[in-house]
């Protein structure tokens, strides 16, 4: 009986011990997927600055799973990315492209996670993976220049932010460059 007993306490010890162990490699998996800092980086250059980035839609947890942490991204700008010039010229007309492309479905959708304002959409908070960009921030804004900021919706971030090259069209793409640029500039 008391034999039964030890081997009884040591088949728990063990099973709490690997059960243990399995959290503790998953933990460290984890961490080490979401080690990237949240800066932009270009190849080619030593800048590097810190910045908000974009996100896109949740998915939710499997029950009992917790969710990745996708707070910290990097934009790995290729070398040249920031020095593309756009060939759209920004026009009136061009605006209200690249403004009906943010807006629609099944196009840009930049709405969903940045809002009609270009501050982030509240109502849709809670669903997104973390906080998006802010594109109202003159300081931000002004430090991208339009090459980098087509790059990024273009590329956009892994389960994060979708990339517009799949739905837009480079010319579309660049609309949607002209038009976010007017989110950062004062109101009259």
């Given at each position: 009986m008391f034999m039964t007993l030890r081997l009884t306490a040591l088949a728990l010890l063990v099973a709490a011990t690997f059960l243990f162990v399995s959290a503790l490699k998953i933990e460290s998996t984890s961490s080490?997927?979401?080690?990237?800092?949240?800066?932009?980086?270009?190849?080619?250059?030593?800048?590097?600055?810190?910045?908000?980035?974009?996100?896109?839609?949740?998915?939710?947890?499997?029950?009992?799973?917790?969710?990745?942490?996708?707070?910290?991204?990097?934009?790995?700008?290729?070398?040249?990315?920031?020095?593309?010039?756009?060939?759209?010229?920004?026009?009136?007309?061009?605006?209200?492209?690249?403004?009906?492309?943010?807006?629609?479905?099944?196009?840009?959708?930049?709405?969903f996670c940045h809002g009609d304002t270009g501050s982030g959409n509240e109502a849709n908070l809670p669903r997104l993976r973390r906080k998006p960009a802010d594109l109202t921030r003159k300081e931000r804004m002004a430090a991208m220049t339009d090459g980098e900021l087509f790059w990024k919706i273009s590329k956009g971030i892994k389960d994060i932010m979708p990339a517009g090259e799949k739905r837009m069209s480079e010319e579309e793409r660049w609309h949607v460059v002209n038009y976010i640029r007017t989110l950062s500039q004062d109101k009259q």
């Amino acid at each position: 009986m008391f034999m039964t007993l030890r081997l009884t306490a040591l088949a728990l010890l063990v099973a709490a011990t690997f059960l243990f162990v399995s959290a503790l490699k998953i933990e460290s998996t984890s961490s080490a997927q979401n080690a990237n800092s949240s800066i932009t980086q270009n190849a080619n250059s030593s800048r590097t600055t810190n910045k908000n980035q974009n996100d896109s839609r949740s998915i939710a947890p499997s029950a009992g799973q917790p969710q990745p942490d996708f707070a910290k991204n990097t934009w790995e700008l290729p070398a040249d990315a920031d020095k593309t010039p756009n060939p759209v010229p920004s026009s009136a007309e061009s605006i209200a492209k690249g403004k009906e492309l943010y807006m629609e479905k099944t196009k840009g959708n930049c709405v969903f996670c940045h809002g009609d304002t270009g501050s982030g959409n509240e109502a849709n908070l809670p669903r997104l993976r973390r906080k998006p960009a802010d594109l109202t921030r003159k300081e931000r804004m002004a430090a991208m220049t339009d090459g980098e900021l087509f790059w990024k919706i273009s590329k956009g971030i892994k389960d994060i932010m979708p990339a517009g090259e799949k739905r837009m069209s480079e010319e579309e793409r660049w609309h949607v460059v002209n038009y976010i640029r007017t989110l950062s500039q004062d109101k009259q």
